[in-house]
T-cell receptor, first 115, second 112 residues
């Protein structure tokens, strides 16, 4: 079974530029998550999708971050404009369904450096 | 508000040693607790998930315990190997949701 795929793996941009990350979840997984992991910290949930609908985006900085999951499969996370403090690893995860007992499977992450 | 703390932040041990990683959480009303492993440049891999009704879970050389009343969990690694070198994170769901709250992790180095 293929895992969660993310691209690109690394990205270096200058502040005020825009950047987009892509995630392809495990086939059949209805729930998709984007996490931000700053160096030395644990991952923090940015947004959760159930199929193509948003379940929780309470910690997404909506003035600069946006995410979509068209057709309920792949998802993109965009930052525009980027700030220095956005330097982090962006992790995508998916689970079969919703619920506290569902296991989340994580992708390898996209490491973003904002200069 | 749920807060998860992991001690120590880093640990270095010689190969073959048994070791314990600690995780504490402020709200004891949790559904489960999960331990993850993170290798450099890679995502998170789930190691063990303990339901609130359980006191421990074992997988190979790993044993995780849970004491809800005291808000603590430990991950015990027996006979450590250099391949165990990684960052270990614990996480609990926030309330009854799937939203995971993570600790900052413990970076483990096992020296040959």
């Amino acid at each position: 079974e293929a895992g969660v795929a993310q691209s690109p793996r690394y990205k270096i941009i200058e502040k005020r530029q825009s950047v987009a990350f892509w995630c392809n979840p495990i086939s059949g997984h209805a729930t998709l998550y984007w996490y931000q992991q700053i160096l030395g910290q644990g991952p923090k949930l940015l947004i959760q999708f159930q199929n193509n609908g948003v379940v929780d985006d309470s910690q997404l900085p909506k003035d600069r971050f946006s995410a979509e999951r068209l057709k309920g499969v792949d998802s993109t996370l965009k930052i525009q404009p980027a700030k220095l403090e956005d330097s982090a690893v962006y992790l995508c995860a998916s689970s079969l369904g919703q619920g506290v007992r569902e296991t989340q499977y994580f992708g390898p992450g996209t490491r973003l450096l904002v200069l | 508000k749920q807060e998860v703390t992991q001690i120590p932040a880093a640990l270095s041990v010689p190969e073959g040693e048994n070791l314990v990683l600690n995780c504490s959480f402020t709200d004891s009303a949790i559904y489960n607790l999960q331990w993850f492993r993170q290798d450099p440049g890679k995502g998170l891999t789930s190691l063990l998930l303990i339901q609130s009704s359980q006191r421990e879970q074992t997988s190979g050389r790993l044993n995780a315990s849970l004491d809800k009343s005291s808000g603590r969990s430990t991950l015990y690694i027996a006979a450590s190997q250099p391949g165990d070198s990684a960052t270990y994170l614990c996480a609990v769901p926030l309330g009854g949701s799937e939203k995971l709250v993570f600790g900052k992790g413990t970076k483990l180095t096992v020296n040959p």
